[in-house]
């Protein structure tokens, strides 16, 4: 691993390249397919409260700015209101 992998790395995280970033949303329980890349990691946004809801396929390309949810943003305004709203997901089932 030259310099600039390590340094980005360190910034980064797991953010640092599409292999890294796609290895932890595993780790999570995402469940993603081969031959995926992720082009910009660090302005992508994927959604880790509930990975078990995420499955992504093979040869996938994921583009700067891509956001993917697994929520609905209106429970997140409510809950801020509200506090913890009755419905929300749980665990995976």
């Known amino acids: 691993m030259n310099i600039k992998n390590v340094c980005r790395r360190l910034i980064f995280g797991n953010k640092a390249d599409s292999k890294t970033y796609i290895e932890y949303l595993r780790s ?44 609905g943003f209106d429970w997140s305004v ?7 709203i009755l419905g929300s997901g749980g665990g995976a089932w």
């Open 28 to 71: 999570l329980g995402m469940k993603i397919g081969g031959e995926t890349t992720i082009y910009v990691p660090t302005k992508t946004q994927i959604d880790t409260t509930r990975p078990w809801l995420i499955t992504i396929g093979n040869n996938v390309k994921i583009t700067e700015g891509v956001t993917i949810l697994t929520h």
């Open 78 to 84: 409510m809950k801020g209101v509200y506090g913890d």
